[in-house]
């Protein structure tokens, strides 16, 4: 029942990253349909990236003090980034090169959320198979 747990606890943890970076991709469409100032934009973005930083270092560290090593080893390219941008003040998002960046931005959340959604689809599976295995 325990890995059900784990599996259970991942999952909903992985569709929260999943909606917060959904949220920063939102605030850039909206900022380049113009349907959002630059401010705005920015201070939304910016509100939503700590949390995002926090919430993929507790994912982390749950699958590293649980003991599955594979989606620790998995997740520990996404949070060592994550920790660079931190480190190198690059976690924010400037709201007067916004216009400059939104390429890049846009880029960089599209891959985020892509490395999500294979962790995602792999929590997905696990949880799946304890299910299935506790029904046996």
């Known amino acids: 029942m325990g ?3 784990l599996w259970l606890f ?7 990253l999943l909606c917060t970076i959904g949220f920063q991709l939102i605030c850039l469409v909206d900022l380049e349909s113009d349907y959002i100032n630059p401010y705005d934009s920015a201070s939304r973005i910016n509100s939503s990236v700590l949390p995002e930083f926090i919430a993929q270092g507790l994912l982390c560290l749950f699958f590293l003090l649980t003991g599955n090593w594979v989606m620790f080893l998995s997740s520990v390219p996404y949070l ?3 920790v660079r941008l ?3 003040q690059q976690h924010l998002v400037d709201v007067t090169e916004i216009y400059n960046q ?9 891959l985020k959320l892509a490395y999500l959604l294979f962790l995602f ?6 949880l799946i198979w304890s299910i299935a295995d506790e029904h046996e």
């Open 80 to 82: 060592c980034y994550n």
């Open 86 to 88: 931190y480190v190198k």
């Open 3 to 5: 890995t059900l747990w």
């Open 102 to 110: 939104l390429r890049w931005e846009k880029k960089l959340r599209f």
């Open 121 to 126: 689809f792999i929590s997905l599976f696990w």
């Open 10 to 16: 991942s999952f909903f943890f992985i569709l929260g």
